[in-house]
């Protein structure tokens, strides 16, 4: 650690020749043992230069910003309104099923395109829908091996929706698709090279994927290192379309203990764009950054206390809870990381932040009102998905996933199994229900979830 802090503010072998020039210069031990004394000042001069000012950063990260307060929140959480995030009003679309959907009863997102669509993505399809009538429209690419078709649809690759695209990786991982919602054809490719610094550093070995990737433009996408081994020197790299590096941002975070195995997945990072810059949160990291072309520059603080998940356990928290890894039966030891609060999602507005969390193997959805400086939790009776509650409507919760901000709305989905399971826990409520809603009882619970969409009315 010590010759890393050397190497900021100087070259270690210019203090060695330092001392060299002494021992040829010097005439007795005296004039040698003064050459070492004034070597070993200036080393110990960077180290203290070094640790004083790598000490002011972390402070300047730790103070100075303001903390979302999530633990805290979460010890006195209570039922929060769908109203208290703007909405006035909710659409309702139940998405068609057919032998071409099937696959798309739990899909990750689902999100709007044009006036028009809807797009429901999983890790093999993306599907277009009518938004009026959640009538199926057709697939957007295939999936296989051939030049035109793409592999994993992850959600750890933006869509430039405002662009009318699409993304997904290719097979090999080392290509990102992208494809035009309206001609259903690939017109992007962008390449993911092995990061290489000053030529001879690599900084992920060839078996590393950039997994979270989030591409601002065709000249600016960022890919997260995961520091898998422990020890990389970098956290984030910037490059273009072509793969050429642009920049690197340096690694906030170190093991203690390096890994020999390659451990990384995709969903470490949160990336997304707000006012026209990125944003970036690391799993393991309750610090929200904005990424300018220089540095990371601290935002927000999701204060998650004692509950915060320890950088140092990054690599063994492979299983979520102890059943999935009696499963697997692997040849290490499980570590918990039940008690840990895990930030799933962020959507932030001109007002608000909306985040999703896991805590106890539950999903929850907090609210954080930047104008109030209020955090708030949202707990459901009887219902371990949670969400914020319906006011609106008094109907199913409301579990957004995707801002779509040109239109102001908040974009969400209810499987069709859980909206089955409202009516049955709900029997008064849905008594009240206008025809149109309460139609929605007669779905199959094998059937494509339900979209809503709520309207937001404040800015």
């Known amino acids: 650690m ?84 703007g909405i006035e009003s909710f659409e309702y679309i139940p998405l068609e099923t057919n032998e071409n959907t099937f696959r798309l009863a739990k899909p990750y997102m ?55 695209l699409v993304s997904a990786f290719v097979r090999s991982y080392k290509e990102i698709v992208e494809y035009s919602v309206s001609s259903g054809q690939i017109v992007n490719r962008i390449d993911i090279k092995d990061v290489i610094v000053d030529n001879d550093t690599l900084l992920s070995p060839t078996s590393l994927t950039l997994y979270d990737v989030f591409i601002q433009d065709n000249e600016n996408i960022f890919g997260f290192l995961p520091n898998v081994f422990g020890d990389s020197p970098f956290r ?60 990371l520059i601290p935002r927000y603080l999701f204060d998650l206390k004692e509950k915060s998940p320890p950088y140092q356990d990054k690599n063994n928290h492979v299983f979520p809870n102890k059943e999935s890894y009696l499963r697997a039966n692997p040849p290490f030891p499980y570590v918990d990381r039940t008690g840990y609060i895990f930030i799933e999602s962020i959507i932030e507005y001109a007002s608000f932040f909306v985040f999703s969390i896991t805590y106890k193997e539950e999903e929850s959805y907090g609210f954080f009102d930047k104008t109030a400086g ?68 007669q779905i199959k619970p094998e059937d494509n979830p339900v979209v809503m969409i709520g309207k937001i009315t404040i800015k």
Not at 17 to 41: D, F, N
Not at 242 to 266: C, D, H, I, M, R
Not at 382 to 394: A, L, R, S
Not at 414 to 434: C, Q, R, Y
Request: proline share 4%; charged share 25%.
């Open 2 to 85: 010590k010759f890393n802090y050397i190497k900021q503010f100087g070259n270690i072998n210019a203090l060695l020749k330092m001392v060299a020039q002494y021992y040829g210069k010097a005439s007795s031990l005296p004039e040698l043992r003064e050459g070492i004394r004034v070597a070993y000042k200036a080393v110990l001069c960077c180290i203290i230069l070094s640790i004083v000012s790598c000490n002011a950063k972390n402070k300047s990260e730790a103070s100075g910003i303001e903390k979302i307060e999530v633990a805290k929140a979460l010890e006195s959480s209570q039922t929060v309104n769908a109203s208290a995030l």
């Open 374 to 441: 209020k955090t708030h939790i949202s707990k459901l009776p009887n219902d371990p998905i949670n969400g914020f509650y319906n006011d609106i409507d008094d109907f199913i919760p409301f579990r957004p996933t995707y801002l779509d901000r040109a239109k102001n709305e908040l974009v969400g989905f209810v499987t069709a199994e859980d909206v089955l399971i409202w009516f049955e826990k709900n029997p008064e409520l849905a008594g009240k229900l206008p025809k149109e809603l309460s139609a929605l009882s």
């Open 236 to 295: 984030l790299v910037k490059y273009d379309k072509s793969g050429n590096l642009k920049k690197v941002y340096p690694q906030g975070q170190a093991l203690e203990v390096k890994s020999n195995t390659f451990t990384s997945y995709p969903g470490e990072a949160i990336f997304y764009e707000f006012n026209e810059a990125v944003m970036f949160k690391e799993r393991y990291s309750d610090t929200l950054f904005m990424v300018n072309d220089e540095s």
């Open 110 to 164: 689902v999100l709007t395109m044009d006036d028009d669509k809807l797009i429901a993505k999983w890790r093999l399809q993306m599907a277009m829908f009518n938004r009026e009538t959640g009538d199926y429209i057709s697939d957007i690419g295939k999936y296989g091996d051939d030049p035109y078709s793409h592999g994993l649809v992850a959600k750890s690759v933006n869509d430039r929706s405002d662009k009318g």
